[in-house]
């Protein structure tokens, strides 16, 4: 079993030299394939902006260090995260955009820079216009599919504990949308995720 490790933002007040030290030791570990979730959640706001920023920027530093892609947190926050990824020249180092929110606009920014959206339950809501429109512009070759567990069940699951096993829900949709079969979202979004994850 291969795994990603990172300190999400919300948690990155505790965050220090020494529990950074244990981070870059559990990063080079070989099963590890990527650094993730990092990166900025205004939503909540906690903590502070300048303490996310701080520990954004070193966890994307510990990724080039370890030739590693990275799997980006971003709630409302929108502006920075692209601002903080293009001074590091995260273009290089590789990123799936977690739980991919933002509009088309946004979805541009990232796709050119060679970046995967995430794409989860939140594509089968009434009220995810916005997602839809967004993996209608996107190419499929820079999708992956995520469950986001146990948050953002799919329709006909959404308000109950979300489960890999909802994400034909989520393959039918984009297949919906893109208008190709359910097979090729699957055959493409698997290779897309290999490649990213080198795996």
Not at 20 to 40: D, S
Not at 44 to 52: A, E, K, M, N, V
Not at 66 to 74: A, D, G, N, Q, V
């Amino acid at each position: 079993i291969h795994g990603a490790v990172g300190i999400h933002p919300n948690e990155t007040a505790e965050l220090n030299e020494e529990r950074f030290t244990w981070l870059k030791e559990k990063a080079m570990h070989p099963k590890n394939v990527a650094i993730g979730e990092i990166g900025l959640d205004y939503y909540w706001d906690t903590p502070d902006r300048d303490t996310q920023k701080v520990w954004f920027a070193r966890q994307m530093e510990l990724a080039r260090e370890c030739k590693l892609p990275m799997i980006i947190h971003s709630r409302d926050a929108a502006n920075d995260t692209f601002a903080m990824m293009k001074e590091a020249k995260a273009d290089t180092i590789g990123a799936i955009i977690h739980c991919f929110s933002y509009g088309v606009e946004q979805a541009r920014q990232y796709l050119n820079m060679g970046f995967y959206l995430g794409i989860g339950g939140v594509i089968t809501f009434t009220n995810g216009r916005k997602l839809k429109e967004v993996v209608e512009y996107a190419p499929i070759e820079q999708l992956v599919l995520e469950t986001d567990c146990p948050y953002l069940a799919p329709v006909p699951h959404r308000g109950k504990r979300n489960s890999s096993l909802y994400l034909p829900h989520v393959v039918d949709e984009i297949a919906r949308i893109k208008n190709v079969d359910r097979d090729t979202v699957i055959k493409v979004t698997e290779e897309n995720a290999k490649k990213f994850y080198r795996i």
